[in-house]
């Protein structure tokens, strides 16, 4: 950039588009001189013949007396011209202010609606904040700009195409409402860049690795307006787009700089929230009778927080009442720590609790958290055997998680079992040494015989296997050990179709394994566990086999344990398992108003996508029969307020990218406000040039003087 | 800026019409009017009978009324009206500064002078005609009477735009060649960079009854130009450049308004009748003009 160009921008922010060098600039000074000098130099004259000058030159004298001035206002022409031969010129430098290009950009908003943007330490909320950042972007745009918003939490939607209408997008940015998820910037940055370049798609493709096709036009730029309450996104590639984050936050939440010593400070710096981070409920060991709610409750103030969690229980029957208070915690939290707390309740059955913080914080939605205890779910098992001991034994021990219905393979023929096995009555059917005819509408488990269907028409007999490995990772074999010890005297296997994970690896092959039919899942072990009277294996001995019953209890047979719930987060699906084979179920939200109808889906499951927010659900099908759920946040990086991304002042580079949250590829400095938008001016100069050409002409010829 | 007007016939129909019209218009003025306006002191050889006298010695036997001697046998002498003519002159500016306007200045003050030469025969005055550039021309001998108009048309057709105008000259060289009195009328724009004064009291030193008709085109009056220009005058290419502005404009008007005014509070001082025109004035009302000032019409 020219010195002229750089002094001019140590005033206001302007560049020029097509900086001059110093020579370039001298030419250009150069044509106002040249015309003043042809003003000086001789005007040519348009000579016109008249009867006399006599009086014309006695206007002349008289004009003449006060020359100078007269002169100064004879030239106000010249004064024009020159003006606006500089405007022009300053018009061709192209100056802007902020910015680089002259051709139409494209922008890409994208806007954290996570739970923590609905934090007041900004008025009126984070999001409203970063609407209306958002917003300023909007209207700094040039009338060929194009424009994307995605909204973002855990998963990311495109709120508005690219458009250049502005009014459009005002509309669609102010349709952006808080929701209850968590974040994860990584959803929008693959949404981001799929649709950032849409033409660099096919040819990316094509292009061999690490190549990034790069769209002739310009590169997007990429605005997250978000607090950085997310992860850090690596090795994801968002192609040409130009990332930038706009952390909302509180003015004085500034990360403080590292002390000389520390190699890091706490980049975390105080943000004004305490926030239950974790409950759950379970049953007394000692005291069956009672139950135990226990959380955990975290301050992330500077200062200690004095507060206390009330217990709440709400009534099944009455739901969005406002429950009945059973108990309340004194709690005493230290600056940035965390407290457990814990409730010790009589068991009255179904319970429907809720934690409530007595703190008025930035962000009220984690002071409440909510557990159901009490409903227990048991797995419908239809057990086919000719008959087995062992195996009926071990399923009797784990009768409080499944109801058997056993019967030998003659009964299962009949037309009322098989209606029900087809209705999906079943969670679970275990075929011990029988190959039905057809596959159930059911989760199944075999026991020495492969499933029915084509994939499984070719089976290899493997005579004493041994067994080489098992696959602990799976949750069928969860905690199962002593698989070295078992013995297998015959084994039926065959080549696993596609998607099948294998369960346990022998000398003979896979002789166990899980494969996908349908949205059910057939397991498989390929060995009977009785070879008629004598034993085909010994593993029903071991301990390992009623861990590995309840493990597919568990995993197949869709039963949960008393004492939990499982955690369900909002905005994620919720899958209900009903008891009953009623083809609907009614979902309550948590304000006892909304009813939402969820049908049956053809996993036997029941799929609720209505838990936008945190609070208790109850879903009810049939006469009278229901079930709780609660949906809680339990983020601690959502109830962590403090924004990420701001670098302090004065750091080193290395230092600095710490702080710096990573996207992709580049470590990305927050900024408190978006860069203004690029703005190019050279057109109101080149407008205002015309004007005064204009206004020279309109004084030439109407001969006009000051 | 020559134009085709200044070769144009003077005598066009609308011309003779306008000039038929003036003559009705002054005959029925100077049926009324002219009764010994301008009778003569002298009684001469005139053939209007006014009166008789008794003879003294000394008088000219020839006017001796031999028919009243034969009945009265006195000697009487008849008196007849002295017919003094009125000598009107006209002092016309053929400049080549005449040359401009639309129609011309020149061409106009042909006009001008043609209509007044017509009123002059028809009332029997005796009209003579001279055209001045840098030097007085020839002139036109004395005419009288209506049939001599085609004479007065001829000298006028005749009369081109040439040279430098040199007022003073001309007005010393008109006192000299004209004695008698009478009325003069000059018609020039008096753009005369030597000034108008020193042949204004040439004219006024012959007694003669001065009429200054002041013609200027309508370019002068409200000059339409723009932009710089280089003025160049016709008569002595003197070059004076300006570039048009508004206050220039002003002071040109200005310059222009004192001009006229100063040429006419001088003529008015002198007894002169100053009478200002454009060339856009119709010719006829000047005339009008011309004898309202003279006092026949009211």
């Known amino acids: ?706 | 800026m020559s134009t085709a007007s200044t070769h144009a016939p003077l005598l066009d129909a609308e011309f003779l019409h306008k000039l038929e019209q003036l003559e009705l218009v002054s005959r029925k003025i100077f049926v009324g009017r002219m009764k010994g306006e301008r009778k003569s002191k002298r009684r001469g050889s005139s053939v209007e009978f006014a009166d008789h006298r008794n003879y003294t010695s000394g008088d000219d036997l020839r006017h001796i009324d031999w028919n009243v001697y034969g009945r009265l046998d006195k000697l009487f002498l008849k008196l007849f009206l002295e017919e003094e003519d009125l000598h009107f002159y006209t002092l016309l500016d053929t400049s080549l500064s005449m040359d401009f306007g639309e129609p011309t200045k020149l061409q106009y003050g042909k006009q001008v002078a043609a209509a007044l030469s017509f009123i002059g025969l028809v009332n029997h005055d005796r009209v003579m005609m001279d055209a001045f550039s840098t030097a007085l021309d020839r002139g036109m001998p004395s005419v009288r009477g209506r049939s001599q108009m085609y004479r007065v048309v001829g000298y006028l057709d005749s009369l081109q735009a040439s040279g430098q105008s040199d007022l003073t000259a001309a007005a010393k060289a008109f006192a000299i060649k004209h004695s008698g009195k009478g009325i003069v009328v000059v018609i020039s724009d008096f753009l005369d960079k030597r000034g108008y004064q020193d042949a204004l009291r040439y004219l006024l030193a012959r007694n003669l009854d001065i009429y200054v008709v002041h013609v200027l085109s309508k370019e002068e009056v409200e000059p339409e130009l723009t932009g710089d220009l280089k003025l160049v005058d016709a008569e002595d290419d003197d070059i004076a450049e300006i570039t048009i502005s508004a206050p220039l404009l002003k002071r040109y008007k200005d310059n222009l308004n004192a001009f006229v005014g100063g040429l006419k509070q001088w003529c008015t001082k002198r007894g002169i009748t100053y009478i200002f025109t454009t060339n856009h004035n119709p010719f006829d009302k000047l005339i009008l003009n011309y004898l309202r000032e003279r006092g026949l019409v009211k």
Not at chain 1, 10 to 38: D, K, Y
């Open chain 1, 1 to 706: 950039m020219s010195r002229f160009g750089s002094s001019l921008s140590g005033l206001v922010p302007v560049t020029f588009a097509n900086p001059l060098s110093a020579v370039q600039w001298a030419v250009l000074a150069g044509v106002p001189v040249g015309i003043i000098a042809l003003y000086f130099l001789k005007l040519r004259r348009r000579p016109v013949q008249v009867a006399s000058t006599l009086l014309w030159r006695r206007s002349l004298e008289d004009l003449h007396v006060n020359s100078l001035f007269q002169r100064l206002r004879k030239n106000l022409l010249l004064f024009l011209q020159l003006l606006a031969v500089l405007l022009a010129m300053f018009a061709l430098s192209g100056p802007r202010i902020k910015g680089s290009s002259t051709q139409a950009n494209r922008f890409i908003l994208a806007i954290d609606e996570s739970a923590s943007m609905a934090a007041t330490d900004v008025a009126p909320t984070r999001l409203e904040k970063a609407k209306s950042e958002a917003e300023k972007v909007i209207a700094n745009m040039e009338k060929n700009d194009l424009m994307m918003i995605v909204a973002f939490s855990d998963r990311a939607r495109v709120v508005s195409n690219y458009t250049s209408n502005q009014d459009l997008l005002r509309r669609r940015l102010s349709s952006i409402k808080p929701t209850q998820n968590t974040t994860s910037l990584r959803e929008a940055l693959q949404v981001i860049a799929g649709l950032a370049n849409p033409s660099t798609d096919r040819t990316a493709r094509d292009l061999p690795e690490g190549v990034i096709a790069v769209n002739s036009a310009m590169a997007p730029k990429l605005s997250v307006f978000t607090d950085g309450g997310f992860p850090d996104v690596e090795g994801l590639s968002i192609g040409n787009v130009e990332p930038e984050v706009v952390v909302i936050g509180p003015a004085s939440a500034m990360p403080d700089a590292p002390k000389p010593g520390e190699p890091k400070a706490k980049k975390t710096p105080p943000s004004d929230n305490v926030a239950i981070l974790a409950l759950s409920a379970s049953r007394d060991e000692e005291k069956p009778d009672q139950f135990q709610v226990f959380g955990r409750v975290r301050n992330y103030r500077e200062e200690s927080v004095k507060t206390e969690a009330r217990l709440i229980r709400h009534d099944p029957k009455k739901p969005g009442s406002a429950g009945t208070l059973l108990d309340a915690i004194a709690l005493s939290i230290g600056p940035q720590a965390e407290q457990s707390f814990k409730f010790d309740l009589n068991d009255n059955g179904l319970a429907e609790l809720e934690v409530r913080l007595d703190v008025k914080d930035s962000l009220p939605l984690d002071n409440r958290a909510f557990t159901v205890f009490g409903t227990p779910r048991k797995a419908q098992v239809l057990l086919v055997t000719l008959r087995n001991r062992y195996l009926t034994d071990s399923l009797k021990t784990l009768s409080d998680l499944s109801d058997v219905t056993q019967m030998t393979p003659e009964e299962a023929k009949a037309t009322d079992v098989k209606r029900d096995v087809g209705s999906g009555k079943y969670d679970l059917v275990i075929y011990d040494g029988v190959r039905p005819d057809a596959a159930p509408e059911a989760n199944a488990l075999y026991f020495g015989v492969l499933p029915p269907g084509k994939a499984f028409e070719k089976p290899k007999v493997v005579d004493g296997p041994v067994i080489l490995d098992w696959d602990v990772a799976h949750p069928m074999m969860q905690y199962v050990r002593d698989l070295n010890t078992v013995l297998v005297q015959k084994a039926v296997t065959c080549e696993l179709p596609s998607g099948s994970a294998t369960l346990i690896e022998s000398s003979g092959g896979p002789i166990a394994f899980v494969a996908p039919r349908m949205g059910f899942v057939d397991a498989v072990i390929g060995f009977a566990l009785m070879d008629g009277a004598k034993f085909n294996t010994n593993w029903q001995l071991k301990s390992s086999f009623p861990l590995f019953l309840y493990n597919t209890l568990r995993a197949l047979g869709n039963a949960r344990e008393s004492s939990g719930t499982e955690a369900h987060l909002p905005g994620m699906p919720v899958v209900l398992r009903a008891d009953s084979s009623a083809t609907e179920v009614e979902v309550i939200g948590p304000d006892g108003k909304s009813v939402e109808t969820v049908k049956r889906s053809p996993q036997g499951t029941f799929l609720f996508n209505g838990a936008r927010s945190t609070g208790l659900y109850r879903a009810r099908w049939g006469k009278d029969e229901s079930m709780s759920f609660a949906v809680n946040l339990f983020d601690g990086r959502e109830s962590d307020l403090s924004p990420r991304g701001l670098v302090p002042e004065g750091l080193s580079e290395s230092q600095a990218d710490s702080y710096k949250i990573k996207i992709g590829f580049n470590a990305v400095k927050g900024t408190r406000r978006t860069a203004p938008a690029i703005k190019d001016y050279w057109w109101p100069l080149a407008v205002g040039m015309l004007g005064i050409i204009l206004l020279e002409w309109y004084i030439y010829n109407r001969r006009v003087y000051v």
